[in-house]
């Protein structure tokens, strides 16, 4: 089975920074893209930041020049560097992927458990 497994949450004061990992595990033929949603409470989950195999990237206006995503191939993962973090980031992070089993399979989504980060003024 698929497991997105996730790490790196945790509470830091404003201005401070937070790396997440993801990692992708299971019987995995390719990655089409992986990224970062947040949800605050009272508040819809949003795409924070997106990265497709060929490394092209998309960020949410809020987090641009504070966020950086990168991945790696060879093991599966995403992650996530979050500088100069203010309260307005504080929410519950989910990993996602877009990923093929097997190839010749159509491709399917799966999601983190999620992990708490949490910035204090």
């Known amino acids: 089975q698929v497991q997105l497994v996730e790490s790196g949450g945790g509470l830091v004061q404003s201005g401070g920074s937070l790396r997440l990992s993801c990692a992708a595990t299971g019987p995995i033929f390719s990655i089409y893209a992986m990224g970062w949603y947040r949800q605050a409470p009272g508040k819809q989950r949003e795409l924070v930041a997106r990265?497709?195999?060929?490394?092209?990237?998309n960020y949410a206006d809020s987090v641009k020049g504070r966020f950086t995503i990168s991945r790696d191939n060879a093991k599966n993962s995403v992650y996530l560097q979050m500088n100069s973090l203010k309260p307005g980031d504080t929410a519950v992070y989910y990993c996602n992927a877009d990923l093929q089993v097997v190839l010749g399979s159509a491709g399917r989504n799966y999601w983190g458990q999620g992990t708490q980060v949490t910035v204090s003024s």
């Open positions: 990265i497709t195999n060929g490394r092209s990237t």
